[in-house]
């Protein structure tokens, strides 16, 4: 099973900064690495995927890059409805077994 | 615009058995993979189960192979999840989720509001 870590587990920000969240896989996942951000009581939403395209719709303070066993996402400017929780996923795996990593949260600082 | 609609949580006891349903619309059902995805109180995102397609291919977790079955009806537009032998570790939120294409590799581009299950005596 491939295991995705995030770090960190807690990352306090203040409006308007940038936040800088990592995941690593523990196997090479190519680019097949999507980001999912989660706010209390709902569902979570799609990012990225591909590692570094952009859901649609989603505003350009919003950047994912990496590939193989190292990813970013990067929030430009964090603006007060981007406090959330983020998660990591491979979907590189076959047969698919998604894994997600354990999530970071982003809180106002 | 993709709508996912999950019903059929609730309390079950342990040993007992649920099935959950998710109402799909907005899209061509028949064309894409589907998941169920779950999260316990507090915790993470756990992967459970994918049906391709057409629904002849499925795929678990380990933590539910030989008591869950996913299964889908394409001509209703509807996914299900048969869980049976339920456990205390079972107890989450079990959301339904479109996967992006019907071919892997392929992620989860939308995701239903979730139906929680509480499995306890």
């Known amino acids: 099973e491939i295991v995705m870590t995030q770090s960190p587990a807690t990352l306090s920000v203040s409006p308007g900064e940038r936040a800088t969240l990592s995941c690593r896989a523990s196997?090479?996942?190519?680019?097949?690495l999507a980001w999912y951000q989660q706010k209390p009581g709902q569902a979570p939403r799609l990012l990225i995927y591909g590692a570094s395209t952009r859901a649609a719709g989603l505003p350009a303070r919003f950047s994912g890059s990496g590939s193989g066993t190292e990813f970013t996402l990067t929030i430009s400017s964090l603006q007060s409805e981007d406090f959330a929780v983020y998660y990591c996923?491979?979907?590189?795996?076959?047969?698919?077994?998604?894994?997600f990593g354990q999530g970071t949260k982003v809180e106002i600082k | 615009e993709v709508q996912l609609l999950e019903s059929g949580g609730g309390l079950e006891q342990p040993g007992g058995s649920l099935r959950l349903s998710c109402a799909a619309s907005?899209?061509?059902?028949?064309?894409?993979?589907m998941s169920w995805v779950r999260q316990a109180p507090g915790r993470g995102l756990e992967w459970v189960s994918t049906?391709?397609?057409?629904?002849?291919?499925?795929y678990y977790a380990d933590s539910v192979k030989g008591r869950f079955t996913i299964s889908r009806d394409n001509s209703k537009n509807t996914l299900y999840l048969q869980m049976n032998s339920l456990r205390a570790e079972d107890t989450a939120v079990y959301y339904c989720?479109?996967?992006?294409?019907?071919?892997?590799?392929?992620?989860?581009?939308?995701w239903g509001q979730g139906t929680l299950v509480t499995v306890s005596s």
């Open positions: 996923q491979q979907y590189n795996s076959w047969p698919p077994k998604w894994t």
């Open positions: 907005g899209f061509t059902f028949g064309n894409y993979a």
């Open positions: 196997q090479s996942v190519s680019s097949n």
């Open positions: 989720a479109k996967c992006s294409s019907t071919s892997s590799p392929y992620y989860s581009d939308s």
């Open positions: 049906i391709s397609a057409i629904g002849g291919a499925t």
